[in-house]
């Protein structure tokens, strides 16, 4: 079982920057996927944002790249998601996402989301 928990949401103008965490409750280095979605408001998909393979390739939606950045620190079993130059489009609540393989099977954990506005 892995538990993830978001903090750092919030309001923000267009063109201002805010970070993202999400702590997980196992080390990070054991886990198969970590990453970012966003759901949009109205919306019932949740879409990738930045997504960590275990070839160790950080994968960006094409409508984030050059503008998010994420990273992890694995001694505090955390990753964060820069956001900067962040437009209206990108408001919704972002869900840090997990994948964790156990006895060859996988299992998806989501974290509880937080919600990220950007409006003037």
């Known amino acids: 079982q892995v538990q993830l928990v978001e903090s750092g949401g919030g309001l923000v103008q267009p063109g201002g920057s805010l970070g993202l965490s999400c702590v997980a409750s196992v080390n990070i280095s054991r886990l198969k996927v970590m990453g970012w979605y966003r759901q949009a408001p109205g919306t019932e998909e949740r879409q990738a944002v930045a997504?960590?393979?275990?070839?160790?390739?950080?994968r960006y939606a094409d409508s984030v790249k050059g503008r998010f950045t994420m990273s992890g620190d694995k001694a505090k079993n955390t990753i964060h998601l820069q956001m900067n130059n962040l437009k209206s489009e990108d408001t919704g609540v972002y869900y840090c996402?997990?994948?964790?393989?156990?006895?060859?099977?996988?299992?998806?954990?989501w974290g509880q989301g937080t919600q990220v506005t950007v409006s003037s």
């Open positions: 997504v960590l393979l275990g070839d160790g390739i950080i």
């Open positions: 996402y997990a994948v964790q393989t156990t006895a060859s099977t996988n299992y998806d954990y």
